[in-house]
């Protein structure tokens, strides 16, 4: 697969995953764009390493924030990863990582590799 190719898989790829997660809310399809599933999420010390950690946090995610919104910002490429600078954002509708539900909006900035 040459530089152009390899590209544009991978952003099929991500457009797949942000769709899964964004606009169906696709649990399923979102592991399935993975070749490892796995989120690091700092802010909450919390890695979810594998396809049932990941699934349980993509859904506790999704159900906390029904609305949940991603935006892509910017894509960058190296040899062997993909870079996606987005805003991510929703209401607090139920618990999510002990917090109980605020009804308030959140946006965060992140970078996911």
Known sequence: MNAQE????RDAIIEAHI?????SHDVAAALATFR???YEVPAFGAIADGAEAVQDLLSGLLGAFPDFWLEKLAVHYSDDAAIVECRFGGTHQGPWAGIP??????????ACI
Do not use: C, D, F, I
């Open 6 to 9: 390899l590209r544009a898989s």
């Open 19 to 23: 769709q899964a997660e964004t606009s």
């Open 36 to 38: 490892h599933p796995r």
């Open 101 to 110: 539900p605020t009804g308030r909006p959140m946006e965060v900035q992140a």
